[in-house]
């Protein structure tokens, strides 16, 4: 059956879009719906993402960036996701404060996100209405996040092009550049050139560079993100650039923007773009199996009967592998 | 049926000056587990409605100290109204008259708010006026 969600999004509906991104984000059985609908839809946008850590200023860049994006007259979306309390589930969001050269632009949708503290429900949901958004016909995509680690991961497998930002000043030899980081960023920024500092955070980003030995980095690279299984790494070397910004006057964008088209066009023409997209899918596919098959052996489990497995576990009656085989066997077929 | 997080975009419509008023509940609203939408300062009523929009929200908190408030208010309850969100609740903050106040809900402003307005009432009175079931 067709959603009228989904089709009234399609018809171009702001308020049916805005709306099925919560169901999206919420996980619902509509949101759920209308994205087995919209799917074959998608694949078609360009998947940018933009971390780093709080304050450097990716707000104002991904301002910046979507304005030359309508520039070239590409509709761009934009997710921003910024951190829940921990304590309270609470958030405020206040990305958009930075994106007000967006406002009132129909090419343009913005969208705040909180990280509802979860981080795989955080990749699987940013990723699904990322999807909408391309099945909506935005050609540009842009996913900012505050870099933590794992979620700098999960972005760099969702975007096809992942932009790492760093500001001048955030404390001796960028204490923000953290272990794996070489390894997700497509593009490394500079924002905040205006500031003093840009020369040693440019010096000992090249080093970092440097020490991770191209073909070895290039290797891990697709090693830890998108090898297929019997498939050789790509041939060609994409050696992430850095770029020096001053987002609040647009300084330096223009050559942010091309290097984003240069990466683009690498993607294509060494085809990681197929297989980036291919290996995301099949990440995606992954998770969704072991989701689905979970809750499937929990919904035919009792709770007594998963009591008295862990009890003959617990006194050492039976091993974990034992009680399991035991357990699927008494499953229904 | 799950509950879910209630969203609320909170903005500083006009000319006048500082958003500390409109910080301090966006921050007890967080603190009340909801999510909110900060928009920052001098919003016209357009951006206010196109944000609220796009971010779906349940609500919309106005904050307003230049006695601006009978022509701002009218008109972003007119344009929610517009872009078929007649169902977002209004909620106003800063130095409104008494005199306003009939008028004021009439056009459905769902809670005014004077300088002294403790934070657990506006929290409670958003969480009483929204559905909390998806
Ligand atoms: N001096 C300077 N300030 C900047 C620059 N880019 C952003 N800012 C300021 O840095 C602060 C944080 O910016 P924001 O975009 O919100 O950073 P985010 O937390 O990384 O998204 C704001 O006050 C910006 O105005 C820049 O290139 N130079
Ligand atoms: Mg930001």
Same mark, same amino acid.
């Given at each position: 059956m067709n959603s009228s969600l989904a089709q009234a999004v399609l018809a171009g509906d702001r308020l049916a879009l805005a709306r099925l991104l919560s169901r999206v984000e919420n996980d619902t059985a509509e949101?759920?719906?209308?994205?087995?609908?919209l799917f074959p839809l998608t694949g078609r946008a360009h998947l940018i993402g933009v971390t780093g850590a709080p304050g450097t200023g990716k707000s104002s860049l991904v301002n910046q960036l979507a304005v030359f994006f309508r520039q070239? %007259?590409?509709?761009?979306a934009i997710?921003?996701?910024?951190?829940?309390?921990?304590?309270?589930?609470?958030?405020?969001? !206040?990305?958009?404060? @930075? #994106?007000?050269?967006?406002?009132?632009? $129909?090419?343009?949708?913005? @969208?705040? #996100?909180?990280?509802r503290g979860s981080l795989g429900g955080l990749a699987t949901a940013t990723a699904q209405m990322a999807q909408v958004f391309d099945a909506a016909g935005f050609e540009i995509v842009i996913i900012e996040t505050v870099g933590a680690g794992q979620s700098e991961v999960d972005i760099a497998r969702l975007?096809?092009?992942?932009?790492?930002?760093?500001?001048? %000043?955030? !404390?001796?030899? /960028?204490?923000a550049i953290k272990a794996g980081i070489l390894e997700i960023a497509d593009i490394l920024v500079i924002n905040k050139a205006d500031r003093p500092g840009v020369e040693s955070t440019e010096r000992a980003l090249k080093s970092m560079l440097e020490l991770a030995h191209p073909v070895q980095r290039i290797f891990l690279h697709h090693g830890q993100m998108m090898t297929l299984a019997g498939e050789e790494p790509t041939a060609g070397l994409w050696i992430p650039p850095i770029c020096k910004t001053v987002a609040p006057d647009g300084s330096g964008l223009p050559e942010l923007v091309q290097a984003i088209e240069k990466h683009a066009d690498y993607l294509r023409q060494s085809g990681d773009w197929i297989r980036r997209d291919r290996a995301r899918l099949e990440a995606e596919f992954d998770l969704l199996l072991q989701e689905t098959l979970v809750a499937q052996f929990r $919904?035919?489990?009792?709770?007594?009967?998963?009591?008295? $497995? /862990? $009890?003959? /576990?617990?006194? @050492?009656?039976?091993s974990p592998r034992e009680v399991l085989a035991k357990l699927l066997e008494e499953m229904p077929r | 049926m799950t509950e879910r997080k209630i969203r609320v975009?909170?903005?500083k419509p006009g000319l006048d000056g500082h958003d500390r008023g409109a910080k301090v509940v966006a921050r007890a609203l967080r603190d009340a587990g909801m999510e909110v939408i900060y928009t920052g300062l001098r919003q016209t009523p357009e951006m206010i409605a196109e944000a609220a929009l796009q971010e779906d929200v349940d609500a919309v908190g106005l904050s307003i100290l230049s006695g601006a408030h009978?022509? =701002?208010?009218?008109?972003? =309850?007119? =344009?929610l109204k517009a872009n078929g969100q007649q169902g977002v609740k209004v909620f106003l903050g800063g130095i409104?008259?008494?005199?306003d106040l009939p008028r004021l809900k009439e056009i459905g402003v769902t809670g005014v708010y004077g300088p002294g307005a403790s934070t657990d009432d506006i929290v409670a009175d958003i969480r009483a006026s929204i559905p909390l079931v998806a």
């Open positions: 949101g759920r719906a209308a994205l087995d609908e070239q %007259g590409q509709k761009v997710i921003a996701v910024d951190p829940s309390s921990p304590f309270t589930g609470g958030a405020v969001l !206040g990305d958009r404060v @930075r #994106m007000k050269d967006l406002q009132g632009d $129909a090419g343009v949708f913005i @969208r705040s #996100m909180a990280s975007a096809h092009t992942t932009l790492v930002v760093e500001a001048p %000043g955030l !404390g001796d030899d /960028i204490q $919904a035919h489990l009792t709770e007594s009967r998963l009591q008295s $497995a /862990i $009890a003959s /576990i617990h006194s @050492r009656q039976a | 975009l909170v903005a009978m022509a =701002l208010v009218p008109r972003v =309850l007119e =344009l409104i008259p008494d005199e």
